[in-house]
């Protein structure tokens, strides 16, 4: 099991910028993807952005494609989300998980999550 939490979210001016942190520790070596996912109130949880552990391949929900970047740090064991030009929509819970299936986006196919961060957008 791998044990994650993340950290950075809180409350952003619509049009700017925030920095997410997702941490894994336990059986960090049995990942393969990590993703961003999110929920809003009242609504599903959400594909944001995920990328595999070598870093060759990213892949993004059309709604923050040019806005979010994902990225990882192997040597620290974390994985980011920086987000930019937020928008009111953006907020929601964001979630990490990670995936020992490799350039997965769906929410069945991720193994361990995270507690969440919450992100409130203000118009």
């Known amino acids: 099991q791998v044990h994650l939490v993340e950290s950075g979210g809180g409350l952003v001016q619509a049009g700017g910028s925030l920095r997410l942190s997702c941490a894994a520790s336990?059986?960090?070596?049995?990942?393969?993807?990590m993703g961003w996912f999110r929920q809003a109130p009242g609504k599903e949880r959400e594909f944001v952005a995920a990328i595999v552990w070598s870093g060759g391949w990213t892949f993004y929900a059309d709604s923050v494609k040019g806005r979010f970047t994902i990225s990882r740090d192997n040597a620290k064991n974390t994985v980011d989300l920086q987000m930019n030009s937020v928008k009111p929509d953006d907020t929601a819970i964001y979630y990490c998980?990670?995936?020992?299936?490799?350039?997965?986006?769906?929410?069945?196919?991720?193994?361990?999550w995270g507690q969440g961060t919450q992100v409130t957008v203000s118009s």
């Open positions: 336990g059986r960090t070596f049995s990942w393969y993807t």
């Open positions: 998980a990670v995936s020992v299936t490799p350039r997965v986006i769906t929410t069945t196919q991720y193994n361990d």
